[in-house]
């Protein structure tokens, strides 16, 4: 039994990422008297067992390059369990809002394909939506000047992880002034330097990325079951507005009778980060 009409939000992280990047985000939704939870996808944050190489110094670069990999055998289907079993227990608190950001929107769609019935909306921050299978194999016939990939490009760790698994060193970002201020740039514009190093600290140093498979692309009949909002984010540099504005008019052309409830904020990638007020605003509002 439901005992509170109150919804809880459940956070889904984005590459490279975990729960602790919702922490500014999760404070100011108690200050408006509203539950959160986020969740540690499989491989990552406090649950994860990542290589011991990436937290020496000074850095072993062929230690940090041969460590196996937490996330190499993770699949989207083992994230959507995960998200899955936090969506059914919170479920029994009252409504559930599922949020997503970046690459944890390909987990909101899976789940919400899964247990439909157990979502009361979801909620794509700046996130991936995939609405066509050919989304995963096409170009995309859209300006992208993302300043992410040649962000990355610098703090990539080559040959390491296996088979579908990206390594980054963001902590080399720390002593390199030019690296940090491309990622900043990239990622977290609207915040200050040290709120920058703080997520640079909180960072997971991997990723899976064969997390991109047809699960992932949400299905007509989930969009017009689930009410679903995309916020976008002005000032995104890594998904840039341009891309954002496919996704929800692909999205928006599947099921046109059920488009997306769109939302704009002048924030960066990561903004619900670095000014998180706005963003509990926006969400107490959805709620």
């Not at 949020?99 to 909101?108: A, D, I, P, R, W």
Request: hydrophobic residues 45%; proline residues 6%.
């Amino acid at each position: 039994m439901r005992a509170d009409m109150r919804p809880t939000f459940v956070f889904v992280h984005g590459g490279s990422s975990n729960a602790r990047a919702w922490s500014p985000l999760q404070n100011e939704l108690a200050l408006l008297g509203l539950r959160s939870y986020a969740v540690d996808l499989p491989g990552h944050g406090d649950r994860a067992d990542g290589p011991a190489a990436y937290y020496r110094t000074p850095l072993d670069a062929a230690a940090l390059a041969g460590a196996a990999s937490p996330v190499a055998s993770v699949t989207l289907a083992d994230n959507t369990l995960r998200v899955v079993d936090a969506v059914r227990r919170l479920g029994e608190l009252g409504p559930v809002v599922l949020v997503g950001n970046s690459l944890g929107g390909l987990t909101v769609s899976a789940v919400a394909n899964a247990v439909p019935e157990a979502l009361d909306r979801v909620v794509y921050l700046s996130a991936l939506c995939l609405s066509d299978p050919a989304m995963l194999t096409d170009v995309w016939h859209v300006h992208d000047d993302s300043l992410l990939a040649g962000a990355v490009a610098g703090i990539a760790v080559p040959g390491a992880g296996g088979d579908g698994v990206t390594r980054l060193n963001w902590r080399a970002a720390h002593g390199d002034p030019r690296l940090f201020a491309e990622l900043k740039a990239a990622i977290m514009a609207d915040g200050t330097d040290h709120q920058f190093r703080v997520l640079l600290d909180s960072m997971d140093p991997d990723e899976n990325h064969t997390v991109l498979e047809p699960a992932a692309v949400v299905r007509a009949e989930t969009l017009a079951r689930v009410p679903h909002t995309y916020v976008r984010l002005s000032e995104d540099r890594s998904n840039t507005p341009a891309m954002q504005d496919y996704m929800i008019g692909k999205a928006d052309a599947l099921t046109p009778a059920d488009p997306f409830d769109v939302h704009t904020l002048e924030a960066s990638h990561v903004g619900y980060f670095s000014r998180p007020h706005m963003f509990a605003e926006l969400l107490a509002e959805l709620a």
